[in-house]
């Protein structure tokens, strides 16, 4: 079958053929039909992950058939049973173990969830990391509440976008930020209330200015901005954050953050519980994921060089 | 009667002889047996909070008699409804508002708890404003369940003993850290089972091989130091800060927070459903605040001298 799989010694996956996979007890094999990338897949060519096992099958997300039925993955093995951290041999699909840039998977099971009916096994692809990620920072961890007023930071990367049309169906002000004024204008035309190019030295007063500060940080950036964050706050308010691509946090004024009782909530990733809500969630109110392009597999280093240069808005899908 | 006031233009407040308060609409008129500091009281005389007022009675905490029976106040007015964050027009009893350092105070009926019965008026006046903030911190806050691990940082500030105390009581393993070794033999002799000194580098290291790590951090520090209690965190836990005695949150690794799913949490007083629920809890578990000393109202030159010193285990409480 068909596979992408690492190579630590080189800079892009490489296609192989490689040998059906091996059922093992409470596996089913999964007909992959479509996958999607996540900035992990991008990180592991680099070598930035640790437990990288060059000829492991890559991709974390997947939509496929068995036995005449469609069904999403949940990427996320052995959580565990603690809703409030993941066990330590918790892991994401796709290296070490084998993951989704292929024809057929080895899968638990009880990962397996049907597709959301509303969606095409494409659309479909498009949701499971970025999904379970930005649902359990939004409500597991946030608690965000229908009419609170939310900032999403980085508009157009897969959790970002996800976390948007969350907050959005559940009735909730939304505004964003991005260094790119298209994606700002892209996320106004579903629904922002406002946009802030977050380069712009004045955005933490403008927003402030415009909407009185926010309820809900959802942030995937950290980095010196951080305390931009804080400001934009108001009581009560909540930041989690998922990734930090802008790196450490910078210094952090404390005193605002005790006297306005923010909650500041590192998360990352979903339990098995968090994905079947969000999976509820989807279905519930029809969330479409926003695809970025669709690429056949074989075309997959167009995908790898398009992530890498950050210019998408949404997920990049392959179709298998 | 005798009042303790701010003047703005002396580094000590001034002892005056000052008219009976007189009854707004709902208050009555306490007399206070017995009151204690807090550090906000030093930082007023040094002009460092908003809103201070020459001629204002200080003092946040008391304890006094009303119709024959004994009261504490909750000094926390006008916290509003909202168990989350404190209305705009909250503030903490004394400066501006006349506070307990006197003879009398015209208070709202509805901020009077009547004493715990185990504790005499000196021990209940030691109560208030610590035993709020920790209990808001410790349980409304970082949710502290019993048995978890607990580090409370700068042993032998008041809301730090409580918190200590508070822990203790509801079967939690405890350590402390404090810069003061004597400070920390006390501590231990009050059940805590580890001490570290802060100033030691190694000291977290120290901390995760002893008890391989907390759950809950209590902390009124902040400062350089704060990633060390990013550090010392086991998956899943929160660290809750009521102070920053050690000025700004340096650098904080993000992928420590978010990958062992940590909450940080700003915290300050509490609401009249935290202070009332503070109030049983120390009544159910027959806690007694620890005093460093208690003084004659009339020697609050003294009391002031010693918490700017921060030689203190404990409150420092005044007769009257």
Not at 108 to 137: F, I
């Amino acid at each position: 079958m068909r596979a992408i799989v690492i190579n630590q010694e080189a800079s892009m996956p490489e296609h192989v053929d490689k040998k059906m996979p091996e059922l093992q007890e409470g596996q089913v094999m999964l007909n992959i039909r479509a996958s999607s990338m996540n900035h992990r897949d991008v990180w592991i060519t680099k070598g930035l992950y640790p437990g990288i096992v060059s000829g492991a099958t890559m991709g974390s997300d997947g939509c496929g058939t068995w036995q005449g039925e469609d069904y999403v993955i949940n990427p996320g093995l052995d959580w565990g049973l603690n809703q409030n951290f993941q066990d330590s041999r918790f892991r994401v699909l796709g290296v070490p173990d084998d993951g989704t840039f292929a024809d057929y998977i080895a899968i638990d099971k009880k990962y397996l969830y049907l597709k959301p009916s509303h969606l095409t096994v494409t659309q479909a692809a498009a949701l499971p990391l970025a999904g379970v990620t930005a649902y359990r920072a939004l409500f597991s961890r946030a608690g965000l509440r229908q009419g609170e007023k939310v900032l999403v930071t980085g508009i157009g990367g897969g959790v970002a976008l996800m976390a948007f049309q969350f907050a959005l169906a559940l009735g909730c002000t939304v505004v964003v930020t991005s260094g790119d004024a298209a994606k700002i204008t892209k996320a106004m035309k579903m629904g922002a209330v406002g946009g802030y190019d977050y380069k712009d030295t004045n955005w933490t007063k403008d927003l402030v200015t415009d909407f009185g500060g926010v309820d809900v940080v959802i942030d995937g950036a950290c980095g010196p901005g951080f305390s931009g964050l804080i400001r934009v706050c108001q009581p009560g308010g909540r930041i989690a954050f998922y990734g930090a691509t802008a790196g450490q946090i910078g210094s952090v004024n404390p005193q605002q953050v005790f006297w306005k009782q923010l909650s500041i909530l590192g998360s990352t990733m979903g339990s098995e519980s968090d994905f079947g809500q969000m999976i509820d969630f989807v279905s519930k109110h029809h969330i479409v994921p926003v695809i970025d392009c669709v690429l056949p597999l074989d075309n997959y280093r167009d995908g790898f060089s398009r992530m890498a240069e950050g210019k998408q808005f949404g997920k990049i899908v392959f179709s298998h």
